[in-house]
Every structure is written in structure tokens, then in C-alpha cells.
């Protein structure tokens, strides 16, 4: 069993007690819910309007604890694009989700370096096996998340680490505008992505 | 082999390790440089695996108007996804292997990145009745992963029953941790915020 986008400290604690009895369970969190807390709803802007709701910071630095000591196996985005006449409304009749495809990784290094996981030997393996090989291995994918090792298929990203860059929604490819980091700088972009050795995205840019 | 698929990745730190050369031949990382390869200048660029994302909504087919297979999937490239798993709240529902193989379909065709769709773990995602799990594993979408997402599967005996069938094929349910009595009408987290904004918690 796999459960979706765990959001708080109780949950992690649940998910941390089933595995310490040898149950064969896996878990998820949202970048979103890795970094933004529910003081943002103040603004009763609906791009903050997400199921589970984002939660307490005492919440978010949990979740940031699970994902580290492997509690929680993966990230998963749950990206929820809206048309904006379901998401730009009063807030309780909006759509609930969040984009999340284009921002996912530099969400979950922003997070994790805020965490104290700022060291290149740690923070890149850990990603790469919270953001590949875990999901791979969940959504039963043999051909996805494996070593960067000869033999394997060619799938592999390249980010610049020193690329700091503001989120402009109307830039995404996404058609959903409702990203919840419009307007931040965030760590690390993708320079090139390849699919079975063909690139898909090069310079930053569609291939 | 040689040619388009085939790279030669200079100066890459593969998991931010030591800059090294990558080699591709032909899609397959291999040890030494291919003939014919192209060059690609990745000097301090870190090398990870094809994000694989477990949670992606593309809308398509139903709701066409906030996403496409073929943007959502190129979203994911630039994201750095290789893979995305697209969940089963689409209209119609993909409780059928008719609709998954459209769905699989569409992310061959567009190219950006592998689609495996999610199929729906009940007809109509209500909760009510097992969806056709077998034949939408059996299906040129080989769907290994079950959810009804946000609808959740409530009905523990229909949960049992599903656990149960997956086995035969060592599929998987995701199941969204939530309970729907809990959570009627809610708008936000439940706490501090929510008594001070005066919304449902």
C-alpha cells in the first residue's frame, strides 16, 4: 500500500510506526507541502487552496525530517493544473491544486537545504533516490531510476546548481498558471533532460 | 551503433560527485566513447537519474482547457521528469483499458517524457464497485499502479478485495490518507489559521 501525499507530523509518525512493524507500506510528500505553510492562506488567495491544505510549520519541518531519515520514500508533485475560471474565484469556490512539474526539484533543494542537508555529497544522492529511484521502484518502472552506471538506459537530467532563477508563471509550458511560488527565486534549473539517450529538453529550453 | 541517441557528456558530476565524461550509445549508458557520438559541453553540471513523478494530473482526455498529455509532459521534461504517472480523475474516468491506452498513447506520441497511467481503483472513482484492474494491467498501458486519489477507497472490504486482486500482478493502490466525514466541506487546514480566517477546517 502507498499513500499519497502524507502533509503532517501525526502522518509521519503513523507511516514511521507501520514500517518499524515490518509492514510493507511507502509513502509520498508534495513539494509544495515541503516548503509553504498555512499562514499563506491569510492572503485568501485560491493559488494556496490545495487537498490535503498546506499545514503548520512545525508540519513542514517533519515532513522535511521524514523525507531525510527515508520515513517518507518519495516526492511526488500531485501538479493539479486548473482552468483558470475553476481557480481564479473567491476561495471557497475554487478548484483545490497547485502546478508542480516545472518547480519540483528546485522546491525540494530549496527545502532540504533549508533543513541543514546542504552538503553536494549528501543532498544530490538523496534526491536522486527520493525523486527517481524510490517512485521507479513504486510505480513498478524497471527501466526508470536506475544508477547512473554503464548498461543502464540512458535516462538522466543535468541542473546547474548555481542557476538561481524567479518563478514566472506565464513562462510555464504547463497551461496551468496556478503555481504557489510565483514570484520566488529558487535554486538549481534543469540545463537538459534525455529519454533513453534523446534529449528532450537541451539549454533549458524544449529539444 | 551510433548517431542521434548517442552522447558523449563532458564534465558532469554524476550525483554532484567528481566532474567526469558520461558516454551514451544508441539511448544505453556504456563505459567507452561511441562512434559518431554527439558532444554535449556539461562542464559542472550535476548528473542525477530521470525524475520519476508518482502524482501528475494531465486532464486529458476530459478537460483539455487546463492541461494536455502533450503539455503536461513537456512541463515534466523541463521539470526534469523521464517518467510521470498520470492519475485516473480524468472524463471519462480510466477505469477501463480503453481509456489508459489512449492516455499511454498520447505520452508515445508526444515523446517528452514516459506516461504510465494510474488506473482507478473503483468504476467511476464512487467507491462503489471494483474497476476492470486486470484488464487495464493486461493492457499495452501494463498499468501497475491503482488509485482512486482524492475520492479515496473507504469501503474496507472493497480495499481488502483490491488488495487482493493486485497480488496477481504485484500491482499497488495509492491511497490519498484521508477520511471523507472528517474532512466534509473543509477549505483549508484546521488550526490557528483557519479560526482566524474563519474557514472551514
Known amino acids: ?207 | 551503433m551510433s548517431g542521434q541517441n548517442s552522447w558523449v557528456l563532458k564534465g558532469v558530476r554524476p550525483l554532484g560527485g567528481e566532474p567526469t565524461t558520461l558516454f551514451v550509445d544508441d539511448g544505453v549508458l556504456v563505459d567507452a566513447e561511441p562512434s559518431g557520438a554527439q558532444s554535449f559541453d556539461a562542464d559542472g553540471l550535476i548528473a542525477l537519474p530521470g525524475l520519476v513523478d508518482l502524482h501528475t494530473h494531465l486532464r486529458e482526455p476530459g478537460r483539455e482547457d487546463a492541461e494536455t498529455v502533450e503539455t503536461g509532459t513537456l512541463a515534466a521534461a523541463l521539470g526534469g521528469f523521464t517518467a510521470v504517472h498520470a492519475m485516473a480523475n480524468t472524463e471519462p474516468v480510466a477505469d477501463v483499458a480503453g481509456v489508459v491506452e489512449q492516455v499511454w498513447r498520447l505520452g508515445q506520441d508526444a515523446g517528452h517524457c514516459d506516461v504510465h497511467p494510474v488506473g482507478a481503483v473503483t468504476v467511476g472513482l464512487r467507491g462503489e464497485q471494483l474497476a476492470e484492474l486486470g484488464a487495464m494491467a493486461e493492457s499495452a498501458a501494463r498499468v501497475r499502479v491503482f488509485s482512486d486519489d482524492g475520492k479515496c477507497v473507504h469501503d474496507p472490504m472493497l480495499m481488502r478485495r483490491a488488495l487482493e486482486y493486485l497480488r496477481a500482478f504485484d500491482g499497488v493502490i495509492a491511497q490519498h490518507a484521508q477520511d471523507p466525514r472528517l474532512t466534509d466541506g473543509a477549505q483549508m487546514n484546521e488550526g490557528v489559521q483557519s479560526a482566524r480566517l474563519g474557514l472551514v477546517g
Open chain 1, 1 to 207: 500500500m502507498h499513500f499519497c501525499h502524507v502533509s503532517t507530523a501525526g502522518s509521519v509518525e503513523l507511516v514511521r510506526w507501520a514500517k518499524s512493524k515490518g509492514w510493507n507500506v511507502t509513502a509520498e510528500v508534495t513539494p509544495h507541502h515541503l516548503f509553504l505553510t498555512d499562514d499563506l492562506v491569510a492572503s485568501y488567495d485560491p493559488v494556496f487552496k490545495v487537498n490535503p491544505p498546506l499545514r503548520t510549520a512545525d508540519d513542514v519541518e517533519a515532513l522535511r525530517a521524514g523525507l531525510v531519515d527515508g520515513t517518507i520514500d518519495a516526492v511526488a508533485t500531485d501538479h493539479a493544473p486548473h482552468a483558470l475560471e475553476d481557480k481564479e474565484t473567491e476561495w471557497a469556490a475554487a478548484a483545490f491544486g497547485m502546478t508542480g512539474l516545472e518547480t519540483a526539484l528546485a522546491v525540494v533543494i530549496a527545502a532540504l537545504t533549508e533543513h541543514g542537508v546542504d552538503d553536494p555529497a549528501a543532498l544530490w544522492p538523496l534526491i536522486a533516490d527520493r525523486m527517481s529511484a524510490r517512485p521507479a521502484a513504486i510505480g513498478r518502472l524497471s527501466h526508470q531510476g536506475q544508477p547512473l552506471a554503464a548498461g543502464a538506459p540512458a535516462n538522466l537530467v543535468l541542473v546547474d546548481a548555481a542557476a538561481a532563477w524567479t518563478v514566472d508563471p506565464a513562462q510555464s509550458a504547463s497551461r496551468g498558471r496556478n503555481t504557489p511560488f510565483a514570484g520566488r527565486t529558487l535554486p538549481a534549473r534543469v540545463t537538459a533532460t534525455f529519454l533513453r539517450g534523446r534529449p528532450t529538453v537541451l539549454d533549458g529550453k524544449p529539444a
